[in-house]
């Protein structure tokens, strides 16, 4: 008999969203603070002086439109306008790939509608060498760096111009030449990989620095926390972003920790400085990555940024919200659409208005459709083979070792095999 069998049985606590589809979104425990009201403390202060801020929301622009506080970055009109610009393109691109593959054109896609702010606003923070290590749902970093939307098109669609080959998933870029680091699925590797890069920097003595991104849900990897126990043992020069858009596909916040703290919370007790900021205020996400960015530069050591947002639409192409989640949450959210945010402070300015918006998202419809176009004749999905089939054993080994050459043997004979009427004109160089 358990010594203690006259008390009241151990439970779990297993942690259920406030919402799930038919009933009506529940935001009360949200909290929001006043705009303008946070502090911004010296760049180089302790980390233990951010603990305020770890469980605050930093937020600048306000109902009006207006943007106040301290944390106010106090952008010129014209950077504003490229924000407002980079934020739409990001949306105006998701929208026309979604299509591209509920139409077949590619196997799978990714939006990040509602969280534009959360890479374009840093993408404008960093220095353009500056190294990131994005998530999945940072496109708008590449379209905020200039990559070309057409080498993006091409690696969705896997065609003969894709220079990944055809080997990652679509939306898994890697882009050396605009200092964006290879997408990969297994969620979190990014994040120990961001502090090694950066005690690299710091080692060759760089000025660079490096910024990575995550997911809430991928909080819960233990990449996450080796990659904190680095940062601050070494004083890495990086900044690691952890977007909370509150669901990790069906999974709400709460499996990843959410309900007892925040995350912004976690660098504490690490040591790292935390700053935890209205993901959909791209003024306040800008300011916040400056912040930590000088930082980083200045050898001060390490933040963690807790953008608080929401994941307006589904997962992926391959999910449906509407069969865990409220229909209602989206439009109910309280932090509103950053770009009809910035839309608002730049209207309240007196330097954009509703017709230039207008224009503006027609012109960049027009420039994902020519750029669509154009990848479109290099080929999409179903087309057949793009890439020449012996090529998918090439790349990894300077010379290919004896095992996958025989491999790679066995697979031509099964394929001869299994088309026995292969011709050229299908895509492949199969003799
Ligand atoms: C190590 C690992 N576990 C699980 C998965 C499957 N998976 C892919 S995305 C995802 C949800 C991640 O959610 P979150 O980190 O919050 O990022 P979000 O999709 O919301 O941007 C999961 C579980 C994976 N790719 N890798
Ligand atoms: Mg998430």
Redo the contacts with the bound molecule.
């Keep these: 008999m358990a010594e203690f069998a006259n008390q009241q049985p151990l439970a779990l606590h297993v942690p259920e969203p406030k919402a799930r589809p038919g009933a009506e979104p529940d935001w009360s425990g949200l909290n929001l603070p006043p705009v303008g009201a946070q502090p911004r403390p010296d760049e180089a202060c302790t980390a233990a002086d951010t603990w305020p801020l770890c469980t605050d929301l930093i937020r600048v622009l306000d109902e009006n439109g207006q943007a106040v506080g301290p944390w106010n970055p106090r952008l010129d009109p014209e950077t504003l306008r490229a924000m407002l610009r980079n934020m739409a393109l990001t949306r105006a691109f998701d929208e026309r790939m979604f299509r591209g593959q509920r139409q077949g054109k590619t196997s799978f896609y990714m939006k990040c509608t509602g969280e534009e702010a959360t890479s374009v606003a840093p993408a404008m923070a960093l220095a353009a060498d500056d190294m990131v290590f994005p ?3 940072q496109q708008g970093i590449l379209i905020t760096r200039g990559y070309p939307l057409i080498e993006m098109i091409n690696q969705i669609y896997s065609n003969k111009a894709d220079k990944l080959k055809g080997r990652q998933l679509p939306i898994m870029y890697s882009a050396r030449d605009y200092g964006f680091f290879t997408i990969s ?4 590797t990014q994040l120990p990989q961001a502090v090694g890069w950066a005690m690299a920097s710091a080692i060759s003595a760089d000025t660079r620095i490096a910024a990575a991104w ?6 819960a ?1 233990g990449d996450f926390h080796s990659a904190m126990t680095f940062a601050t043992v070494y004083n890495a020069p990086v900044v690691l972003n952890v ?1 909370n ?1 509150q ?3 069906s ?1 709400f916040s709460g499996f ?1 920790g959410g309900e007892r703290q925040t995350f912004a919370a976690r660098a504490i007790g690490y040591g790292v400085a935390g700053l935890r900021v209205d993901g959909n205020d791209p003024l306040a996400v800008y300011a916040a990555t400056r912040w930590a960015a000088n930082r980083a530069r200045s050898n001060a050591g390490p933040t963690l940024i807790e953008h608080f947002t929401y ?1 307006a639409e589904g ?1 992926s192409t391959s999910d449906d919200p509407s069969q865990y989640r409220s229909a209602q949450e989206r439009s109910t959210w309280p932090l509103g659409d950053p770009i009809v945010r910035l839309k608002n402070h730049l209207i309240a300015l007196g330097e954009w208005d509703e017709d230039r918006q207008a224009a503006m998202d027609q012109e960049l419809a027009e420039a994902v459709k020519a750029a669509t176009r154009a990848a479109e004749a290099n080929g999409v999905l179903g087309h057949g083979l793009h890439h020449p089939f012996h090529t998918m054993f090439e790349d990894v080994f300077e010379t290919l070792p004896w095992h996958l050459q025989e491999q790679s043997e066995q697979a031509m004979r099964e394929r001869r095999i299994k088309w026995p009427d292969w011709r050229p004109e299908d895509g492949d160089d199969m003799p």
């Excluded at 699925?185 to 979190?188: D, F, I």
């Excluded at 995550?214 to 909080?219: F, H, K, P, Y």
């Design positions: 998530s999945y749902r699925g297994n969620l979190a995550v997911g809430e849900g991928s909080t990897e977007v858009n669901w990790a596909i999974s990843a994941r997962h």
